[in-house]
């Protein structure tokens, strides 16, 4: 195997592809609205302000903690909504 810095060795579109589980789990979760994953995070930050205003404060940071995973898998969404899981080539 070839570790030198010499050349392009990125991959290129269409030459690797996403395992069956991979497949089989972006089919169902596509179908899953965008808006989904920012009520969520919206819905998390409420509940943590919640719990702080309580003095529950273990259960204010762990909720508050959900935020930025549901953002990340909303824009995860969105990509494979947009992108498709397997990019392919373009000429």
Do not use: C
């Amino acid at each position: 195997m070839d570790f030198s810095l010499e050349g392009d060795k990125r991959v290129q579109a269409g030459e690797a592809q996403e395992g069956k589980i991979t497949s089989y789990i972006e089919s169902y979760t596509s179908k899953i609205p965008s808006g989904f994953f920012l009520a969520a995070a919206g819905a998390s930050i409420l509940a943590s302000v919640s719990f702080k205003i309580a003095k529950k404060d273990v259960a204010a940071l762990f909720v508050g903690q959900w935020v930025a995973p549901f953002l990340i898998l909303g824009i995860y969404n969105k990509q494979v909504k947009l992108h498709g899981s397997d990019a392919t080539k373009h000429n």
